[in-house]
């Protein structure tokens, strides 16, 4: 799977996520919290008039956290939207020939891009698992 992809750090892990799954990116800004709510759910912004949940998605990938995010990723999977809480965004552009295996559910694979490791992610598995995390 190549294609144009937001490049982003997550922790110290590198990941990629299809630009057609992404709306905005914007500073992470102020989040009220949500009480009884999953781990992974920061909170709701509001963002240019609407409510947009946030998660932190150092958490739902597994990643040791490298301090707090502060950069949100919009993200949107069949008119599902949600704010993805990382690190930063590190470049947008094509991706070398993604790899099928990987040990992750939330990825559909991998590939080197200046001899580093990115994880390709799926954003139907991850909004699925989302989902699940903001009825907790």
């Known amino acids: 799977m190549s294609g144009v992809h937001v490049r982003m750090r997550v922790g110290n892990e590198l990941y990629a996520l299809p630009v057609g ?3 905005e990116i914007a500073e992470l800004g102020e ?8 781990e992974t759910v920061l909170g ?16 739902l990938l597994g990643v040791p956290g490298d301090g707090q995010p502060t950069t949100l ?23 070398p020939e993604t ?3 990987t040990g992750s559910e939330f990825l559909v694979g991998s590939t080197l891009d200046d001899g580093k490791l990115v994880g390709v992610i799926d954003a ?13």
């Open 73 to 95: 990723v919009v993200a949107e999977d069949r008119g599902r939207q949600a704010g993805l809480a990382i690190d930063e965004v590190t470049d947008v552009g094509e991706l």
């Open 124 to 136: 139907s598995r991850v909004f699925a698992a989302l989902e699940g995390q903001a009825s907790r």
């Open 99 to 101: 790899a099928a295996e």
């Open 21 to 23: 799954n992404v709306l």
């Open 31 to 38: 989040l009220s919290p949500v009480p009884g709510t999953g």
């Open 44 to 59: 709701v912004r509001n963002l240019h008039g609407r409510v947009l949940p946030v998660f932190d998605l150092a958490l």
